[in-house]
């Protein structure tokens, strides 16, 4: 059974990048037809899907955080990343990573989850 685990620092000062890793076990990012999405949550408000990459490596992205988003994978290691790149105190959120048949990921109904990780921007 397949099984995601984020992991990368909890804290990140505001204009720096936030880096995020998601290990994957049990099954191969490779796979046909799944996609590898980053979800996030802020304090007090519901889920955003940021982006995802798919398993032939294609990218995509939320519109509303394009700029500002990289995600990229490592298959040797079975992990995919996601870089946020000049944060404020409003990118605060606990950050998933989830696989799902579609590219798109807006509910935990939806495919497999990790367990998400704090982050927190402040100086």
């Known amino acids: 059974q397949v099984q995601l685990q984020e992991s990368g620092p909890g804290l990140v000062k505001p204009s720096q990048t936030l880096s995020l890793t998601c290990t994957v076990s049990?099954?191969?990012?490779?796979?046909?037809?799944?996609?590898w999405s980053w979800i996030r949550q802020p304090p007090g408000k519901g889920l955003e899907w940021m982006g995802a990459?798919?398993?032939?490596?294609?990218?995509h992205y939320s519109p509303s955080l394009k700029s500002r988003t990289s995600i990229s994978r490592d298959t040797s290691k079975n992990q995919f990343t996601l870089q946020l790149s000049s944060v404020t105190p409003e990118d605060t959120a606990v950050y998933y990573c989830?696989?799902?048949?579609?590219?798109?990921?807006?509910?935990?109904?939806?495919?497999?989850w990790g367990q998400g990780t704090q982050v927190t921007v402040s100086s």
């Open positions: 989830a696989r799902d048949l579609a590219v798109v990921v807006t509910s935990t109904l939806q495919g497999k």
């Open positions: 990459i798919g398993f032939s490596g294609s990218t």
């Open positions: 049990g099954g191969s990012i490779t796979t046909n037809y799944y996609y």
